[in-house]
């Protein structure tokens, strides 16, 4: 198992900068696929980054450009540097982890953050 723990969520103008982090205490980084989504007030829970077991990247598209995901294996930490931050982005972000197998859908992860508030509003 794992234990996720989010950070670095705040308030921001559009066109700024955030990096949120997510610690994780239990097995190593390394043997899980790592997930960020993003949840809106009355939205659907939404895909936004991932890294694979080997250390691939995904983005979902409306933040495709703007966003980087990475993870530090020695930290056993994830990250999302998010950059051109627009209103839109506005949302409580989730890391998340799966044992096995590429996947963009929440409900396919087995571990979830307690989540981190980014608000983009001038």
């Known amino acids: 198992q794992v234990q996720l723990v989010e950070s670095g969520g705040g308030s921001v103008q559009p066109g700024g900068s955030l990096r949120l982090s997510c610690a994780a205490s239990g097995r190593s980084f390394s043997s899980y696929v790592l997930g960020w989504f993003r949840q809106a007030p009355g939205k659907e829970r939404e895909f936004v980054a991932g890294?694979?077991?080997?250390?691939?990247?995904d983005y979902g598209n409306s933040v495709r450009g703007r966003f980087t995901a990475s993870r530090d294996i020695a930290k056993n930490t994830l990250y999302l540097q998010m950059n051109l931050l627009k209103p839109d982005d506005t949302a409580v972000y989730y890391c998340?982890?799966?044992?096995?197998?590429?996947?963009?859908?929440?409900?396919?992860?087995?571990?979830w953050g307690q989540g981190t508030q980014v608000t983009v509003s001038s």
């Open positions: 998340a982890a799966k044992s096995a197998g590429w996947s963009l859908l929440s409900s396919d992860y087995d571990y």
């Open positions: 890294v694979t077991r080997y250390g691939a990247t």
